[in-house]
C-alpha cells in the first residue's frame, strides 16, 4: 500500500503558479502509476493528471497546456506544476497511487483577485 501526503497548496491571483508536491511512503512506488484529482466546491472529484511508471503523461481537457506532471521515483514525489491558474482551478488537490485505496488530507489552492 502507497500512502500519500500533499503540499504546495495556497491562494494566488488568477495567472498565476503553483507547484503542489505529493510524498508518498511504501513500497514499490516506482512500479505505480500516480493521479491527480481535485474536488471543486459542490462538484464531485475529478481526475486531472495521471503519469505512469514509465512516466507517460495524461491529462484533463480543462487543465492541458498549464498543468504539467511528474515525478522523481529516488524522492517517491510526484509534482503539479500549475500554471496559467484560472479562479475555475480552486479545488483541494488530492493524489493516489493507482489501484491502491489510500486517499491522502489533500491540499487547497484558491485562485482569486
Known amino acids: 500500500q502507497v500512502q500519500v501526503v500533499e503540499s504546495g497548496g495556497g491562494s494566488v491571483q488568477p495567472g498565476g503558479s503553483l507547484r503542489l508536491s505529493c510524498a508518498a511512503s511504501?513500497?514499490?512506488?516506482?512500479?505505480?502509476?500516480m493521479d491527480w484529482y481535485r474536488r471543486a466546491p459542490g462538484s464531485r472529484r475529478e481526475l486531472v493528471a495521471s503519469i505512469t511508471s514509465d512516466g507517460f503523461t495524461s491529462y484533463a481537457e480543462s487543465i492541458r497546456g498549464r498543468f504539467i506532471i511528474s515525478r522523481d521515483n529516488v524522492k517517491r514525489t510526484t509534482y503539479l506544476q500549475m500554471n496559467s491558474l484560472k479562479p475555475e482551478d480552486t479545488a483541494i488537490y488530492y493524489c493516489k497511487a493507482r489501484g491502491t485505496d489510500y486517499w491522502g488530507p489533500g491540499t487547497q489552492v484558491t485562485v482569486s483577485s
Open positions: 511504501g513500497s514499490r512506488f516506482s512500479d505505480y502509476a
